[in-house]
DNA sequence: CCATGTTAGACAGTAGAGGTATCCAATGAC
DNA sequence: GTCATTGGATACCTCTACTGTCTAACATGG
């Protein structure tokens, strides 16, 4: 199909497309000639999937390039995508030591051997340098500062729920054969699912406050 | 404490403040004169967790200011702010028949009627306009039209698990006596938390794809 | 062969978000 | 009296995610 037709079948416009070829989130299409290319379906496939990372999930542009390019990358190599592709994709990756606030109670470099130390308690198999592993230490840290600390012990069960999710995740993926498929599969599940589960979290949070008020 | 001692303290800078005070974020300080002002350590504590929900968690501006808004307005009404002020927080709200394509998978209207059947169904006590309800069903409408739909009997565990976090979350809340200061925790928890879980998570995949994998 | 439509590529422009910088007259501290 | 600080106002800046316009080269239907 040609360059206005992909337009009308995803519903987004020529120029923003074309913005998305110069970025670097859509591959080019076959150039028949130097004024003539032609896409096909994984083209529209790979639009949708943009439009939905961007849209629904609200990741940026430069993001969602990052991560697309990990799926080419790691072909066939699950972990890695799961583990070090899709790791971190939080506001900011916060690089390097910025020079926080001097009273600001002290960078979460505690955080981090908390988080280490659950990991290797709940006995997770997990890369070392794995980005949610910062993550998880410096939103810790940020409740610490707010007077909401939750240690290990707090920690632990929600690690536990965590263990299930991602069981249920990763059975979404069984019986998918082809390879590509899976990555891409494994990729909108974890990341498109998140919205899912904080809403369900939402929800689940107002009924559960509901239950416990009940007897007043 | 004036202006700058407030600046020095929280590491953010004198023309920020001034730029939360001016959109709102943060209420004025004790007007002693036309040229002075003093600001205590609610102030502080406030900025911080500005800080926090707009850089730990990625929050907007404004949509950080709604938040807040509804900590004052509905103080001592723990459901409303769970249920309909934190209700909704990402990227984008969505309001009104915005024309979406002709062909992308006729919009959610389905998944939002699947919704209400699975909360039905888990005899969950939610208010019926809750936004995280519009949330859900946007989100299972995407990813449906990206081929890996999700009905409401591969939604039900998930859904059992976030109940289990739910009562986690409330959980934290218990043995705090002070109205403002439960509110305020409630939404430190939910929303703060968020990021955490989500990493949780993702380790938790790594690992749960390292263990079935172990096979070969 | 010609009118019309489409294409890649280049580049300028735009709107909104999230600040940052500067100036101001009033005022408080020393 | 001098100097730093304040609220208020306004201008400016950087970044992101597009959008618009132009051009020269084709393609296609009549």
Redesign the interface.
């Known amino acids: 199909m040609r360059l206005s037709e992909l337009s009308?079948?995803?519903?987004?416009s020529v120029t923003t497309i074309k913005y998305y070829l110069r970025e670097g989130l859509l591959p080019p299409g076959r150039q028949l000639s130097a004024t003539q290319a032609e896409y096909d379906d994984d083209h529209l496939?790979r639009l949708?999937?943009i439009r939905?990372l961007t849209?629904?999930?609200?990741l940026s542009v430069s993001t969602t390039r990052d991560l697309l390019g990990a799926l080419e990358e790691h072909t066939g190599d699950?972990?890695l995508l799961?583990?070090l592709s899709?790791?971190?994709i939080?506001?900011?990756a916060s690089a390097g030591p910025a020079g926080?606030?001097?009273?600001?109670a002290s960078e979460g470099s505690a955080e981090r051997a908390e988080v280490d130390k659950l990991?290797d308690e709940?006995g997770?198999?997990?890369?070392k340098g794995?980005p949610?592993?910062t993550?998880?230490a410096?939103?810790?840290a940020?409740?610490r500062?707010?007077?909401?600390p939750?240690d290990r012990r707090?920690?632990l069960?929600?690690?536990r729920?965590?263990?299930?999710?991602?069981?249920?995740?990763?059975d979404?993926l069984e019986g998918l054969d082809d390879s590509s498929e899976v990555m891409e599969?494994a990729l909108?599940?974890?990341v498109?699912?998140?919205?899912?589960?904080?809403?369900?979290?939402?929800?689940?949070?107002?009924?559960?406050?509901?239950?416990?008020?009940a007897d007043g």
Chains 1, 2 share one sequence.
């Open positions: 009308r079948r995803s519903g987004v496939r949708r999937l939905a849209g629904v999930r609200g699950i972990h799961l583990g899709l790791g971190s939080g506001p900011a926080e606030p001097a009273d600001a990991v709940l997770w198999v997990v890369h794995a949610a592993r993550t998880l410096e939103t810790l940020s409740l500062s707010l007077g909401a939750l707090a920690l069960p929600y690690a729920l965590a263990e299930r999710t991602a069981a249920l995740d990763l979404q599969r909108v599940l974890t498109l699912l998140e919205p899912a589960l904080l809403a369900l979290r939402r929800l689940a949070q107002e009924n559960e406050s509901a239950r416990r008020h």
